[in-house]
């Protein structure tokens, strides 16, 4: 084996900007390469070996991640938040940007975040997907409704998605025209054709063999659904990466962040720094979850009494990421009396 050679990579859409360093610092080799898997193979054989390198983190360094994986001796994922050198530079160009994360690679001063398996990434881009269809499924129910009020109709809000009901409602109502009759049937469609793709999407993701026994367990917990459990399987990943259920609850953005000095210590908002996919799911369980187990019921009054209800609510949401933690730690179903304890330990 040779001297390492560090490579620093600034990813873009159409383009990589590339810095190559010897151990000692010297630039052994820089410049840019079209971003296609047909140039970095080309750009590969020009390496020398062995090589490490790393790369901020955007929405297209997955694939890239994949594709150099198997010939690099190491390969780094750059937290984008933490890479002060970049952020705060006076000068900024591609060119720059990929010679300090090369310098911060060969010092071992690269704030490195978590790249999650490629068949995990893949369950969670689905995952993402139904989320997608879900949120413009409940645009075009809001648009129904909006559509009947601004056409003065009356209409039963519990029922108005029910199909016999809706049916109904556009047979019998006289105050609906054809033009609107026609606008709030391509919505209704919508909705079916979404909510069928939606459901399509769940269960397979459900009956994945990678996930099925994981998410069983995960659904024994009270409040914990089937979405719920898939949203912490496939956003969380790896469960071994937190070393404390404090740092869980940290990257599910369910504590805020803290500013100190001297003898002030100031406690801000729930940071902007987490996961906001399971962040939504877990608070949306929270709130449901007193009504499905006594315990956490007992959590929430308590809570609620010292006049915060959305408080209330985050302490059942970092509530579950505790069970959750120690379900998946066990590889156990969950009991109620055994998990507590080893949550709160």
Not at 52 to 60: D, K, L, P, Q, R
Not at 249 to 255: E, F, M, P, R, T
Not at 270 to 278: A, C, D, I, T
Request: hydrophobic share 40%.
């Amino acid at each position: 084996m040779g001297p390492m050679y560090y490579i620093g990579l600034d990813v873009h859409k159409r383009v990589i900007s590339f810095c190559v360093k010897e151990g000692s610092g010297k630039i052994h080799a820089e410049g840019s390469i079209p971003a296609t898997r047909c140039e970095l193979d080309r750009w590969l054989k020009t390496l020398p070996q062995p090589w490490s390198a790393a790369m901020e983190a955007t929405m297209f360094t997955g694939w890239i991640y994949d594709h150099l994986k198997p010939h690099a001796a190491a390969l780094k994922v750059a937290h984008p938040l933490m890479l002060r050198a970049i952020a705060l530079a006076k000068k900024k160009n591609d060119r720059i940007d990929a010679g300090k994360i090369c310098d911060c690679l060969r010092c071992d001063f690269l704030p490195e975040c978590y790249m999650a398996p490629t068949a995990l990434r893949e369950l969670r881009r689905t995952l993402r997907y139904r989320n997608l269809l879900v949120r413009q499924m409940v645009q075009m129910k809001n648009k129904i409704a909006m559509l009947l009020m601004e056409a003065g109709v009356s209409y039963n809000k519990q029922r108005l998605h029910k199909a016999g009901y809706f049916r109904e409602l556009l047979a019998t109502n006289p105050d609906i025209d054809e033009g609107l009759s026609s606008l709030l049937r391509c919505c209704r469609e919508t909705v079916v054709r979404l909510e069928r793709t939606e459901s399509a999407l769940a269960r397979s993701l459900e009956r994945d063999p990678r996930l099925h026994d994981r998410v069983e367990r995960l659904m024994t917990i009270p409040a914990v659904g089937r979405i719920t459990a898939l949203t912490w399987a496939l956003e969380v990943g790896e469960v071994e990466r937190f070393s404390s259920i404090r740092k869980a609850i940290s990257y599910c953005g369910l504590c805020g962040t803290e500013r100190s000095s001297a003898n002030t210590v100031q406690r801000t908002p729930l940071s902007k720094q987490r996961n906001k996919h399971l962040q939504t799911t877990l608070i949306e369980a929270a709130k449901m979850a007193p009504r499905y187990s006594p315990a956490l019921a007992l959590l929430y009054d308590r809570e609620r009494q010292k006049g915060n209800a959305n408080r209330a609510t985050l302490a059942v949401a970092r509530k579950l990421v505790a069970y959750l933690m120690a379900v998946d730690r066990r590889q156990e179903y969950f009991l109620t009396g055994r998990l507590e304890a080893s949550a709160a330990a």
